[in-house]
């Protein structure tokens, strides 16, 4: 528990486990860098907002970030205000348009939000994933409550849709805020093996983005992998009725 008036932060190389409830009416933080995440994983249930300071890289050529919020309850609108400086904006210093976006597998295409569409914008979806980007890569807060339950995210085959332009690919995220076992080479439940049979038979893989345009794959054959707190990636669907993947 933390009172009203404390305060308690969780370094970028640290982590909690809380065997127990979670209860915050304080301040409750959570930091990270490039290469280093704090977690915070909660084994009964949790009440009151977090805020995780997730490192997020900057906009450039191939250089987007694939994240997706860490918290329940995140307004996409209140985060592009709270974070207006280092967020950047998608068209430079004054830009309508803000360096968050969504990824649209009916049409391959990519729509960031502008001033006008944040406002209705609603909520961060948990477990979707969203292109973000800094103007020089840096933390960018997202506040809301911790899900202490599994999850599940929609996927789909649009491969047909739209005379083709459609793609089978779907942008997914880590929702909660601690890491995730990716594969059967870590112990216990594991992403890879859980979601297996829902994936594309021919692209049964996770798709982890590089930040340079390339892009490195994970499945069951890989060594041990953990996804980080807010990690997007992508997956691809064979179902054009739609399907849906698991975080446990």
Do not use: C
């Not at 249930?45 to 450039?60: C, F, L, P």
């Not at 692209?203 to 890989?222: E, H, P, Q, R, V």
Request: a negative charge.
């Amino acid at each position: 528990t933390i009172s009203a008036g404390k305060s308690f932060t969780v370094e970028k190389t640290s982590s909690v486990t809380v065997t127990g409830n979670f209860s915050n009416s304080g301040t409750f933080t959570l930091n990270s860098d490039s290469n280093e995440f704090s977690s915070i994983i909660v084994q009964g249930s949790s009440s009151g907002d977090i805020t995780y300071n997730r490192y997020v890289n900057a906009v450039g050529t191939d250089e987007w970030d694939l994240i997706g919020s860490p918290v329940t309850g995140q307004d996409i609108n209140t985060f592009a205000s709270t974070n207006s400086t280092p967020l950047a904006t998608a068209g430079g210093a004054g830009s309508d348009q803000y360096a968050i976006g969504v990824y649209d597998n009916s049409n391959d295409s990519w729509v960031n939000y502008n001033t006008s569409s944040l406002a209705t914008a609603g909520d961060f979806d948990l477990g979707k994933g969203y292109q973000i980007g800094t103007d020089s890569g840096a933390t960018l807060a997202f506040t809301g409550t911790i899900a202490t339950t599994d999850q599940t995210v929609a996927i789909i085959d649009n491969d047909a849709a739209n005379s083709g332009s459609g793609r089978i690919w779907n942008l997914i995220a880590n929702p909660f805020p601690s890491y995730l076992n990716a594969n059967s080479a870590t112990s216990g439940t594991n992403f890879m093996t859980t979601n297996v049979t829902n994936l594309h038979t021919s692209f049964a893989y996770i798709y982890g983005y590089d930040g340079d345009g390339t892009w490195t794959l994970y499945n069951n054959t890989s060594s041990a992998t953990y996804i980080a707190p807010g990690q997007a990636f992508f997956v691809a669907s064979d179902d054009s009725g739609g399907n849906t993947v698991t975080f446990s």
